[in-house]
Structures are given as structure tokens and as C-alpha cells.
């Protein structure tokens, strides 16, 4: 059985603790948490009966003193720095939620103290194992419809009111690029996941209408360039007033040699082939998904040496084409996602 020590006891540390946990219940437990919040951290606590001395206040000396076989940071993205370095210093393996950070000065240092300790390290990028996009991104590599020409995505939402997204903590409404730095990189990571693609160059412009409830840009159009001839177009929009396509209901197409692949909404698929009649894809089921496959993969990492797509390593891309975006965004000039990668040290 292995022992996590949570760092983050906020919405999503908790539903690890509530929900997502369970699904490895035989494998792992949280046997320690950390907040830096007094409250946070004895609510979360409680629920997991954990004794005082298993709930910790600072990264350093949670993973020095609560015998963890590995951490699992949910902080907000700007705080990840601190726990990941204190991981990465006592080879303590982690996995952490997605963006690997909203900075991009952290960015080097972060990659820099991966390598170095030789951890394992994996970032959660759970829209990935979600069943409908799981069966879309099988259809792809199947080639259903011939080899893939290129990709739409669509999230749009209405958060026009102030506080509307984050509930009590409307921090969201305050960030310079809300949309790209903290959901963007959901649909970003899709977009390498489904072209199978490195990103090479991304070009666009990134908005934020009169009407909005954010300080910072809230919307943006996007094109993005991969490196096997495929291409994606990418819309983000916090201020939708019409049809929705939301978290884990965002619309993908899918335009490729001999028809295209269609998912509007979380439980349909559809192939349509040119004077054809449209043909419904099952997505059919599966007991591990989103977090819970996640979880799954990395302990099969620690117990069974079976590296998952989502490394460290292979997320800096991702994250890369994050930078990228918010960069071309502003300038409305086309930039090379390899500029935002952390160089060799």
C-alpha cells in the first residue's frame, strides 16, 4: 500500500480524498496533507482522520517527516514551485496537476531539478482519459477516416458575472490571462494528444470584450502548427452569452483524408463521410477515467516500471505551447513554441 502526502488541501486536494482516491483504495491512501491554511488543512485532515501529526504547514518539512512514498501537489500552479523542489531534492517521486506552472520563470528551475534528481514525475492531464475522447482519439489512430488533416476545438462558457468561475475565490477574475494560463491547457494538451503532433508554431490574438467580469484576457483565436503536416484551430471563450461547450463538453472536429469526426458534447461521436449518412460512434465505458486513470498510471510507474504518456518531460511540450500562446496572444504575431522550452542546463 502506498502512502501520498497531499500538498494543496483545496477543491481539487479534496476531491482526491472524496473520490478520486477510492478508485486505487487497494494500492494507495493519503497518509499525510499539507496547507499552509490552519483550517484547510485540519478540515481535510479530519475527513481522512489523520493524526496532528500527519498534517504538516510547509512542503519541507511534510516530505522530510511524513515517510510518504510519493507527493502530490494540488496547489495553485503558482505555488508548485516549492513542493517539486523539495520533492525532487529528498528523490521523492510526484505527480501534480496540470499547468506545471502559470510562470515561466519557474519553468527552467522546475525542469532543471526534474532531470536532475531523476524522479518520477508525472502531471496530471486528466481530459485526456475522459471515454469520449479516449474513443475519438482511437478513431483517429485506427485512421476510420484516413490520415487526419486537422483539428477544431471549441470551450466556450458563460462566466459574464464576477466570481462566477472559482466560487468563493474569484482569483480567476483577477489573473492577466485567465483563460490560457488556467484552462487552456486542458484543450492545448488535447490538441498535441489527438494530432499526435509536437507543436512547432502557434499564431493568434487573444481578447477581452467590454463587457467582461475578468481583469485580464479572457478569449482568444488560435491556429497551431504540429510537426507531422497536421494542424489545429483553437477557440477559448470565458464570456460565451451563447451555445455552450464547457468543461468536458467541448466541441472537436476532426477533418481528415476521407471524412471527418465529430464530438459536440461529452457522450456522442459522430463520423459523416461526404454523401454518406452519418454514422454514431459508442463511446462505450470505462471504471477508469479522468483522475482515477491517472492515479492508475502512476503507480503502475512506481510498482511496475510502465512509464505513462504524461511525464515531466513530455508535459513541458504542452505547457510550452501555453507560453507560446499567451506570447501571440498579446502580439498577434505567429511564435515558435520552441523558444518556450526550457534549454539544456
Not at 13 to 38: E, K, L, T
Not at 42 to 50: K, S, V
Not at 308 to 319: I, M, Q, R, Y
Request: aromatic share 10%.
Amino acid at each position: 500500500m502506498k502512502s501520498a502526502l497531499l500538498i494543496g488541501a483545496g477543491g481539487i486536494g479534496n476531491a482526491y480524498a472524496a473520490r478520486f482516491f477510492s478508485h486505487v483504495a487497494d494500492r494507495a491512501r493519503i497518509g499525510a496533507v499539507c496547507d499552509i491554511v490552519p483550517a484547510a488543512r485540519d478540515a481535510l485532515g479530519d475527513r481522512l482522520g489523520l493524526p496532528p501529526q500527519r498534517r504538516y504547514a510547509d512542503a519541507r518539512t511534510a516530505i522530510a517527516d511524513a515517510d510518504a512514498d510519493f507527493c502530490l501537489i494540488t496547489t495553485q500552479p503558482w505555488y508548485h514551485l516549492e513542493p517539486l523542489l523539495e520533492a525532487c531534492a529528498a528523490g521523492l517521486p510526484v505527480l501534480m496537476e496540470k499547468p506545471i506552472t502559470s510562470e515561466f520563470d519557474q519553468l527552467a528551475p522546475m525542469a532543471k531539478a526534474v532531470a536532475g534528481s531523476g524522479i518520477r514525475c508525472q502531471v496530471v492531464q486528466n481530459y485526456r482519459y475522459t471515454k469520449r475522447m479516449l474513443r475519438f482519439r482511437d478513431l483517429l489512430r485506427e485512421g476510420r477516416v484516413g490520415r487526419l488533416q486537422y483539428v477544431q476545438a471549441r470551450f466556450a462558457d458563460d462566466y459574464r458575472a464576477y466570481g462566477s468561475w472559482g466560487g468563493p475565490n474569484p482569483f480567476r477574475h483577477e489573473m492577466d490571462d485567465p483563460m490560457v494560463l488556467d484552462g487552456s491547457i486542458h484543450h492545448l494538451d488535447m490538441l498535441r494528444y489527438l494530432t499526435g503532433g509536437d507543436p512547432q508554431q502557434v499564431y493568434g490574438s487573444a481578447f477581452n470584450p467590454a463587457w467582461s467580469s475578468f481583469k485580464g484576457h479572457s478569449a482568444g483565436l488560435y491556429v497551431i502548427e504540429f510537426d507531422n503536416d497536421t494542424r489545429a484551430a483553437y477557440e477559448a471563450n470565458l464570456q460565451s452569452a451563447g451555445e455552450p461547450n464547457s468543461w468536458y463538453r467541448e466541441y472537436y472536429r476532426a477533418e481528415c483524408e476521407d471524412g471527418a469526426i465529430t464530438s459536440v458534447d461529452g457522450d456522442t461521436i459522430v463520423v459523416t463521410r461526404a454523401g454518406a449518412v452519418e454514422e454514431e460512434i459508442p463511446v462505450g465505458e470505462d471504471p477508469r477515467q479522468g483522475h482515477a486513470r491517472v492515479l492508475e498510471q502512476f503507480l503502475n510507474w512506481l510498482e511496475r516500471d510502465i512509464e505513462p504518456e504524461c511525464t515531466f518531460a513530455d508535459n513541458l511540450k504542452s505547457v510550452a505551447l501555453m507560453f507560446a500562446a499567451r506570447a501571440t496572444g498579446h502580439s498577434r504575431r505567429a511564435v515558435s513554441v520552441g523558444e518556450f522550452l526550457p534549454g539544456p542546463n
